[in-house]
């Protein structure tokens, strides 16, 4: 059941959000410091500071909330918590350092290890996708409602090279990659493409809010087995996703689950 509670969460989530991403440009505009951190993965005076303004931020405002975020050491205090705050302060980090539009801020509250409201702005584009458990989905104003297709032939679809390979076996064509995970799945959910896939080890923060924003809009988003992803586990990485509207989702999932060289299917 809808509760009015998920809607003040989301109105919060999307006000930090866009504050969030006006914090981010200006860093994008007038340079900033980038180094490395563990796993080969970069890190920006951006990340550090959005990530801390969020904290601060969506702590004062629930703190009985726990908190799982990209950019901060994780306290395992948050697995005691029926809700917790899933962030990604800047989510594409590579293109945001590069000076690329495809990169968002994500936010999202899960309740009972599902998102409940979600915010997801996109500053370079001025737009920031919304949603709340059972009120629906939104981008500026615009309610969210995937079109069903019914074939694979012609969808356009996003993701890692040896997920879309497979589908492009069928007909489907593959899009550049979208560096921002969350955004892939938002085009989805805002019917910019067709479907998008995530590779394995994805983490919590790159996908809470686009999974309510997806499923919110009559999309799917689940593993190669079909199940929903479950989120603020001991440990918050998931296998590979694929995300489309029915009936595509399940044409695109056993495609993606097909094994040419051995003629099955896992």
């Given at each position: 059941?809808?509760?009015?509670?998920?809607?003040?969460?989301?109105?919060?989530?999307a006000?930090?959000?866009?504050?969030?991403g006006?914090i981010?440009l200006?860093?994008?505009r007038?340079?900033?410091r980038?180094?490395?951190?563990?796993?080969?993965?970069p890190?920006?005076?951006?990340?550090?500071?959005?990530d801390?303004?969020?904290k601060e931020r969506?702590?004062?405002?629930?703190p009985?909330?726990g908190?799982?975020?990209e950019?901060?050491?994780?306290?395992?205090?948050?697995?005691?918590r029926r809700?917790?705050?899933?962030?990604d302060p800047i989510?594409?980090?590579?293109?945001?350092?590069?000076?690329?539009?495809?990169?968002?801020?994500?936010?999202?509250?899960?309740?009972?290890?599902?998102?409940?409201a979600?915010?997801?702005?996109?500053?370079?584009?001025?737009?920031?996708?919304?949603?709340?458990?059972?009120h629906g989905?939104?981008?500026?104003?615009?309610?969210?409602a995937?079109?069903?297709?019914?074939?694979?032939?012609?969808?356009?679809?996003?993701?890692?090279?040896?997920?879309?390979?497979?589908?492009e076996?069928?007909?489907?064509?593959?899009?550049?990659?979208i560096?921002?995970l969350?955004l892939r799945f938002a085009k989805?959910?805002?019917?910019?493409?067709?479907?998008?896939f995530?590779?394995?080890?994805?983490?919590?923060?790159d996908l809470?809010a686009?999974?309510?924003?997806?499923?919110e809009?009559g999309?799917?988003?689940?593993?190669?087995?079909?199940?929903?992803?479950c989120?603020?586990?001991?440990v918050p990485?998931?296998?590979?996703l694929?995300?489309?509207?029915?009936?595509?989702?399940?044409?695109?999932?056993?495609?993606?689950?097909e094994d040419?060289?051995r003629?099955?299917?896992t």
């Open positions: 059941m809808p509760d009015a509670d998920d809607l003040v969460l989301r109105d919060l989530l006000s930090l959000a866009e504050e969030a006006a981010a200006d860093f994008q007038r340079g900033m980038t180094w490395t951190k563990a796993g080969a993965s890190v920006t005076e951006a990340d550090i500071a959005v801390r303004f969020l969506l702590g004062a405002a629930r009985d909330f908190w799982l975020s950019e901060t050491a994780d306290n395992p205090s948050r697995l005691d809700e917790v705050f899933i962030v989510d594409g980090t590579r293109a945001f350092a590069a000076g690329l539009p495809d990169w968002t801020i994500s936010v999202a509250a899960v309740r009972d290890g599902r998102p409940v979600a915010a997801l702005a996109e500053p370079v584009a001025g737009r920031t996708f919304i949603a709340a458990r059972g989905a939104s981008v500026a104003g615009r309610p969210l995937v079109k069903g297709r019914e074939t694979i032939d012609g969808a356009v679809v996003a993701g890692p090279k040896p997920m879309t390979v497979k589908v076996r069928h007909g489907a064509v593959a899009l550049p990659k560096h921002s969350a989805v959910a805002a019917s910019e493409i067709d479907g998008g995530a590779g394995g080890q994805s983490h919590d923060w809470a686009a999974d309510l924003l997806v499923h809009a999309a799917s988003l689940t593993g190669l087995d079909g199940t929903a992803p989120y603020n586990r001991p990485t998931h296998f590979p694929v995300c489309a509207g029915f009936p595509l989702h399940e044409l695109l999932r056993r495609a993606a689950a040419r060289r003629g099955v299917t």
